[in-house]
């Protein structure tokens, strides 16, 4: 079992940057990758941007040039640096995990965190 632990939503202005990271209760090396995805009020969740073992990152289009993936290895921590933030980016944020193990494939997810962009 693997919990996520999301932190560093809030209200920002338009323009401004924000620093999101997701806390595993494991050692993220035991995870095959780690993303994080959004889901704006009334739509569906999307991915944001996704993190493998070897650190390799996929971003969504319309977030690429303004969000950057990032693994802190030794605090177990996923990050997500958010800059020139736009009202779109309005959303909860959750954190997410997959893993392959011998039995199976896992996935994980976060409680979320809520960003909001004021214009």
């Known amino acids: 079992q693997v919990q996520l632990v999301e932190s560093g939503g809030g209200l920002v202005q338009a323009g401004g940057s924000l620093r999101l990271s997701c806390e595993a209760s494991?050692?993220?090396?035991?995870?095959?990758?780690m993303g994080w995805y959004r889901q704006p009020p009334g739509k569906q969740r999307d991915l944001v941007a996704r993190i493998a073992h070897n650190g390799n990152t996929t971003y969504a289009d319309a977030v690429k040039g303004r969000f950057t993936i990032s693994r802190d290895n030794a605090e177990n921590t996923v990050n997500l640096q958010i800059n020139n933030l736009k009202s779109e980016d309005t959303a909860v944020y959750y954190c997410?995990?997959?893993?392959?193990?011998?039995?199976?494939?896992?996935?994980?997810w976060g409680q979320g965190t809520q960003v909001t962009v004021s214009s």
């Open positions: 997410n995990a997959r893993r392959v193990r011998f039995d199976g494939f896992y996935e994980y």
């Open positions: 494991v050692n993220i090396f035991s995870i095959n990758d």
